[in-house]
């Protein structure tokens, strides 16, 4: 593999990508947002701030929210990652996002794919929430536009009954 003087060699990853084997070719600098965004094409993660402090560009790993934006794509090598795209199956949303329609938990829509990662993630820690645990875990995502109410009625809604929230097909 030839090199110039400023470009880096360049390196495999492989992870199950919403639940898929991917591999990618990336040089060992790339983020994780770049590679989600630009090269696999996955335009749900949203930039914003760049420094993990918006939460914007939410996706998990293993299960857990991380800042694609400051998450180097060559550490997830092996790992599972999740976007908003990895949500629901074919035309049925997720119960989360349908939890966050009925209570009109999304304005602008621009943190909504990060909020509603970070929400699977605390669903799934802790799975009848206080409003406290609510507010300190979703303290990494912000939003201008909502001013949370409605999203911390979508997640009580959630956690009192999910099933109100499931396909009538699943």
Do not use: W
């Not at 919403?18 to 983020?31: G, K, M, Q, T």
């Not at 335009?43 to 939460?55: A, I, L, N, P, Y």
């Amino acid at each position: 593999m030839s090199t110039e003087a400023n470009e880096f060699p360049l390196m495999r990853v492989e992870m199950t990508l919403n639940d898929e084997a991917a591999s990618v070719e990336i040089e060992p600098r790339d983020l994780l947002i770049d590679v989600l965004r630009d090269r696999l094409r996955l335009k749900g993660t949203k930039r914003s701030c760049d420094v993990q402090v918006c939460g914007a560009c939410t996706v998990l790993v293993d299960g857990m929210p991380v800042s694609s934006c400051t998450t180097l794509c060559a550490d997830v090598h092996g790992r599972s990652v999740t976007t908003i795209e990895g949500l629901g199956t074919g035309r049925e949303l997720d119960p989360v996002q349908r939890a966050f329609i009925a209570h009109g938990a999304l304005q602008c829509g621009f943190c909504t794919p990060g909020m509603i990662l970070a929400v699977k993630s605390l669903l799934v820690q802790h799975p009848q929430p206080s409003d406290e645990t609510i507010r300190h875990y979703l303290r990494g995502n912000l939003c201008r536009c909502t001013g949370y109410v409605k999203i911390i009625e979508a997640i009580h809604d959630l956690a009192g009954d999910p099933s109100r929230y499931e396909s009538e097909t699943k």
